[in-house]
């Protein structure tokens, strides 16, 4: 299977609204990238294998990523993988060199 087969106009929207949302569940404290994905999974029922992976990958990015935002800015995790941005990024923050 050729790589551009995968990317087309479909896929690269739901890679960018899953990181969007998933941006969304990781920046509120308690809601994990993989309770996005296991919310949003319903949805991919009716996509392909493909552009429901793209989903799936656009979630779980997006929320390990936004976890990071309430690391920095309130010292809580949002995500348990941004434990340890809470030590550094949260005094750093507080100093102004957030």
Do not use: W
């Amino acid at each position: 299977m050729d790589v551009f087969e995968l990317i087309t106009p479909l896929s690269i929207a739901l890679v960018i609204g899953g990181t969007f949302v998933g941006l969304i569940f990781g920046a509120i404290p308690g809601m994990t990238a993989t309770m996005a994905v296991a919310v949003c999974l319903p949805l991919t029922y009716s996509l392909g294998l493909e552009n429901g992976l793209a989903l799936l990958l656009g979630l779980y990015v997006g929320g390990i990523s936004g976890g990071l935002v309430p690391a920095v800015l309130l010292g809580i995790p949002g995500t348990p993988s941004s434990i340890a941005t809470c030590f550094d990024a949260y005094p750093m923050a507080q100093r102004g060199e957030g």
